[in-house]
């Protein structure tokens, strides 16, 4: 901690910062104002009165506990089984040679592209007739599936930049593909696998899509709050409080897991020098 | 997987009760197909929780829909992956009659009849229910969609007492109103929709309810003359004055031109639906009838003058569920008393005469007076097919921001060239 | 020069091989079958299986609820002569690389300033990531409302604050300007990945090359241009390529920012796409979209790709 990092760098990003929250300083605004001043334009806050009631109406109307669970579950399990199984996938396609090797890697990563209405009506028939809507595993399947596209890419890109010497030595040393991987390569790809769960995580909960219609019973959180707006009543109000609502568990899992993200990837400053 | 047992089992009571003879008391599920939110949801759950009171036999499931865009997106992807229920609610006859199309609805003529509807639905209700010659469901709300919205304290700034009954002194009230200081007597919302309701009102007293009909069915191409003259008195207003700068008007959305009428008080008049008595009351707080009112379109003297274009939501019945006769129950439960005065209750406007006027508010009340004057059509924009609808606004959107006379027929072909290849 | 951790991997992996030498050593195809299998599982289900359906409805046409018809080739026909479709093209263009260059040159270079002092940005940062959290339906509204029109819009109301009332204007009305505040609304919830990740790229520095550049004199500005930026692509890359692909199948934010319009002119192919298929319910040429668009992409993506792999190998 010799380096001492100049003010106006930490003035600088402090100033961005603020501008970029704006926005957010709005969110929380709106949610605790009359829909009057909100109409008036939240930053009036001279003039605005502030009021509970778009809190205690989502409060009352909406049954969050349980929806918050069922958010939580689904949300978690698509996010760990990505995290396990996307860095082998990546391991798989940066190391070993099989056939078809490239076309695979070019067919997963565009896969990105499809836009989610396109599985969804085909996915709505499969289920169906496997008797799996209402299941969590609907939702799931398809979250893991389509997290394949960024998470493979993402994973392997760290990869390239892993040290060669490493893998060499893991084989001189008798290790296989599958040692080499469980022993050598994981250990090293604890960032780049946290970035993957961190946006998986931030993904799956905020999508709106699939789980309104895969779930019926027990919904997520945003498909509970979806219902919050008629069609002639935007509820402005209360749509912040559920944009706050959910917003905050995906914060808080950034904030604990960040750390894990930032240490740990040294490696690659290992293999530069 | 007891989720899915629970609905297995479900639907075997549901289909051994149908077996049942017909006088007896019906029982099991009712499953209701609902995209709704908001206000609007809410009516329902009140209706689902006092027709369940009423007939404790029968349960109603909803089945929750919502898409971002475009709800007919959801409704459609539940139906075609299988998705089976007895009611469907819906606001568009044009997505009426896809249904229809594609064999999901049930017609109940028969059962209007047998229930005695036609004591509680006037006939002009039943012809804007039928398709094609049959009836699949009920109207369970209304609005009225030829009336302006307007605060009476800015109108009487210029002298005005009530608001102007034909064109000429409606648009005589522009310049005046800008002398007074109001930036744009006309609020006009561009962005998405509501550019059209002002065309679609003009054509409506242009041409009455013919024009409507046989645009909608393009029995009639959109070069029309009585479509052209009722873009000339758009054009007119226009010319005089009316409204902002086109980029505002492009901008604009309903919700932000309802707010400077009413609250910034920048704008004077609004031509929208009356989901804007809702938000006057319950989010500015205002009075209806003292602090805002709502004017009749003014006539222009071509014999439609009375005539009205309103919007409604429906209960649709389909073929596909497993408990008509549930289903043809809470269709009753919407007609009668019961039903209906919880849907009065909540702040809408009911088609069913089981209600009192007096239960409504000056301002509602005041519409289904208007409504009660001449003959009803449905508007336009939700009578045609969808790729239409869209270019349609989009013709009428360059229009907006050019009204010159030149410009009526480059937009009426421009529209009329999609027509061609979309029915 | 191998820091500590992956110093332990070697050695647990050279003692856990050092044990049982003779083993027989997995073929690399087998090894390959084995890890893969449930990446090729769940992927066919969700993605190849759906892909092929597109391929095959977008051969038929589909209104609504109709009963479909085949048409062969003539959705993709269509397509080509439809203005509104190709008219979506170029704003395409314009709304990805915009967004893209945008978030990520913001993203970067402010986790790259971040890294010289992660201790006390950690506060700024969280602020910044936070956006990345917020639904793009919700972003939209809160956007609505600074760029609405006359006094009441946020952004207007900042101009007139400080002397600049010339310039407020109806920002979502034409299409310029309707354009460039998609363009600003988008990209300010994407900042949050390409900070994110570049800033776990920069970490990955030694803090001694900070020093000795500091040592040498070297002026911030330089450090971050000469050292962090070569030295922290990595994370960039990927934030990039999410964030590309991303803009391109937007929705949520420009439907309820600006609606396509005014007048279309702020309808990207993602859009077009959604419209499409889900409101018009043209589900066949709504897939011709998709079809193209993915085939437009995968002729760009190829040479990146191969020229990725050689690099590896």
Same mark, same amino acid.
């Given at each position: 901690m010799v380096y001492r990092a100049p003010r106006w760098i930490i003035i600088v990003v402090g100033i961005i910062a603020c501008l970029w929250v704006v926005p957010i300083i709005g969110i929380i605004a709106t949610s605790f104002q009359t829909p009057e001043s909100i109409a008036r334009g939240w930053w009036h806050f001279s003039q605005n009165q502030l009021t509970l009631n778009a809190w205690k109406k989502v409060w009352s109307d909406y049954p969050l506990a349980n929806s918050l669970w069922v958010s939580t579950k689904v949300t978690l399990l698509a996010t760990v089984l990505t995290m396990l199984t996307a860095p082998a996938a990546a391991y798989v396609f940066h190391y070993l040679r099989f056939p078809l090797r490239r076309t695979s890697l070019i067919i997963i990563i565009n896969a990105f592209v499809l836009p989610q209405q396109v599985v969804i009506i085909p996915l709505f028939r499969l289920w169906r007739e496997m008797g799996m809507l209402d299941n969590i595993w609907a939702v799931i399947i398809p979250y893991v599936g389509l997290s394949y596209a960024w998470s493979v890419f993402l994973v392997k890109s760290f990869l390239e930049d892993f040290p060669n010497d490493l893998i060499e030595a893991a084989r001189i040393d008798g290790c296989g593909p599958i040692s080499t991987f469980t022993r050598v390569v994981l250990p090293n790809l604890i960032s780049p696998i946290f970035a993957c769960g961190i946006l998986q995580f931030l993904w799956c909960w905020n999508s709106l899509l699939l789980p309104m219609l895969f779930l019926r019973n027990d919904v997520t959180l945003t498909v509970l709050l979806a219902r919050i707006s008629g069609t002639y009543d935007p509820n402005i109000d209360q749509q912040a409080v559920a944009a706050i609502v959910t917003a905050i568990v995906p914060l808080l899992v950034f904030l604990i897991f960040q750390r894990q993200f930032a240490v740990g990837n040294r490696v690659s400053s290992g293999g530069k020098e | 997987m007891n989720g899915l047992g629970r609905i297995v089992g479900a639907l075997g009571v549901v289909m051994t009760m149908a077996w049942q003879p017909a006088s007896a008391q019906p029982t099991g599920e009712v499953e209701i197909l609902n995209w709704l939110g908001g206000a609007d949801a809410a009516v329902i759950n009140e209706l689902a929780k006092g027709f369940e009171a009423k007939y404790p036999g029968v349960t109603i499931k909803q089945v929750p829909v919502t898409t971002s865009g475009d709800q007919r997106g959801g409704i459609r992807t539940a139906l075609l992956g299988g998705q089976k229920v007895d009611l469907i609610i819906s606001a568009w006859p044009a997505f009426r009659k896809e249904l229809a199309d594609a064999g999901m609805l049930r017609d109940v003529s028969s059962v209007w009849t047998e229930k005695n509807w036609d004591k509680l639905l006037s006939p002009t209700w039943r012809a804007l229910s039928t398709t094609d010659g049959a009836v699949y469901g009920v109207p369970y709300i209304f609005g009225y969609r030829s009336g302006i919205w307007h605060v009476p304290a800015d109108l009487q700034k210029i002298g005005l007492q009530a608001f102007p009954a034909d064109w000429n002194g409606f648009t005589g009230t522009f310049e005046p109103l800008r002398k007074a200081g109001f930036a744009e007597p006309v609020a006009l919302p561009g962005k998405i929709y509501a550019h059209g309701e002002w065309f679609e009102s003009l054509l409506l007293r242009v041409g009455g309810p013919e024009v409507i009909d046989d645009l909608a069915a393009h029995k009639i191409k959109w070069t029309d003359e009585r479509l052209v003259k009722a873009l000339q008195f758009y054009s007119d207003m226009m010319a005089k004055g009316c409204c902002a700068s086109a980029q505002t008007i492009l901008a604009s959305h309903w919700d932000d031109a309802a707010d400077r009428v009413f609250v910034d008080r920048t704008a004077n008049y609004l031509l929208i639906g009356m989901w804007i008595n809702a938000r006057a009351r319950s989010q500015y707080h205002l009075v209806p009838g003292k602090d805002y009112a709502l004017g009749k379109f003014p006539a222009i003297g071509l014999g439609h003058d009375n005539d009205s274009l309103v919007d409604s939501k429906e209960v649709l019945a389909t073929s596909l569920g497993a408990n008509p006769e549930g289903a043809d129950l809470f269709l009753d439960y919407l007609v009668n008393g019961e039903g209906a005065g919880i849907i009065a209750k909540a702040g809408f406007t009911v088609p069913s005469s089981a209600v009192d006027v007096s239960a409504y508010d000056p301002v509602a009340a005041s519409s289904v007076d208007y409504v009660k004057e001449g003959q009803v059509r449905f508007v336009l924009g939700d009578m045609l097919p969808g790729q239409l609808v869209d270019e349609y606004r989009v013709a009428l959107q360059k229009f907006v921001a050019n009204p010159v006379e030149a410009q009526i027929m480059p937009t009426l072909e421009q529209i009329e060239a999609v027509a061609a290849q979309s029915y | 020069m191998n820091s500590g951790i992956s110093g332990a991997a070697m050695t647990s992996a050279g003692a856990m091989a050092a044990g049982r030498k003779p083993r027989r050593q997995v073929s690399q195809p087998m090894a390959a079958f084995a890890l893969l299998t449930p990446v090729v599982l769940l992927f066919g289900l969700s993605v190849i299986y759906p892909l092929f359906e597109t391929i095959r409805i977008s051969f038929w046409q589909i209104r609504g609820l109709g009963k479909p018809s085949y048409v062969g080739i003539d959705n993709y026909v269509r397509l080509f002569t439809d203005p509104t479709f190709l008219g979506t093209l170029w704003t395409t263009l314009i709304f990805t690389l915009g967004v893209t260059i945008l978030s990520v040159?913001?993203?970067?270079? +402010? &986790?790259?300033?971040?890294?010289?002092?992660?201790?006390?940005?950690?506060?700024?940062?969280?602020?910044?990531?936070? *956006?990345?959290?917020?639904?793009?339906?919700?972003?939209? %509204?809160? #956007?609505?409302?600074?760029? /609405?029109?006359?006094?009441?819009?946020?952004?207007?109301?900042?101009?007139? &604050?400080?002397?600049?009332?010339? #310039?407020?204007?109806? #920002?979502?009305? !034409?299409? *310029? !300007?309707?354009?460039?505040?998609?363009?600003?609304?988008? !990209? #300010? !919830?994407?900042?949050?990945?390409?900070?994110?990740?570049?800033?776990?790229?920069?970490?990955?520095?030694? /803090?001694?090359?900070?020093?000795? &550049?500091?040592?040498?004199?070297?002026?911030?500005?330089?450090?971050?241009? %000469?050292?962090?930026?070569?030295?922290?692509?990595?994370?960039?890359?990927?934030?990039?390529?999410?964030? +590309?692909?991303?803009? +391109? /199948?937007?929705?949520?934010?420009?439907?309820? +920012?600006?609606?396509?319009?005014? &007048? /279309?002119? *702020?309808? *990207?192919?993602?859009?077009?796409?959604?419209?499409?298929?889900?409101?018009?319910?043209?589900?066949? %040429?709504?897939?011709?979209?998709?079809i193209v668009l993915l085939v437009a992409v995968l002729i760009v993506a190829i040479p990146a790709i191969a020229q990725r792999t050689k690099g590896a190998k």
């Open positions: - | - | 040159s913001i993203g970067w270079f +402010l &986790a790259m300033l971040c890294a010289f002092a992660p201790k006390q940005t950690a506060v700024f940062r969280l602020m910044i990531f936070a *956006t990345f959290g917020i639904s793009e339906a919700v972003a939209g %509204y809160i #956007w609505i409302g600074i760029f /609405r029109p006359g006094e009441s819009g946020l952004l207007n109301g900042m101009l007139i &604050a400080v002397g600049l009332g010339d #310039w407020s204007q109806a #920002w979502l009305g !034409s299409g *310029t !300007s309707a354009l460039v505040a998609l363009i600003v609304a988008a !990209s #300010w !919830s994407a900042v949050g990945l390409p900070l994110l990740l570049s800033f776990a790229a920069v970490q990955t520095i030694p /803090r001694t090359v900070l020093e000795a &550049a500091q040592m040498d004199g070297a002026k911030p500005l330089a450090v971050v241009w %000469y050292i962090m930026m070569p030295l922290s692509t990595a994370g960039a890359r990927v934030a990039i390529f999410i964030n +590309l692909l991303s803009a +391109l /199948r937007a929705f949520d934010i420009i439907f309820v +920012l600006t609606n396509g319009g005014p &007048a /279309r002119a *702020t309808e *990207t192919v993602g859009f077009f796409m959604y419209r499409e298929s889900m409101t018009q319910f043209n589900l066949g %040429y709504g897939a011709a979209a998709t």
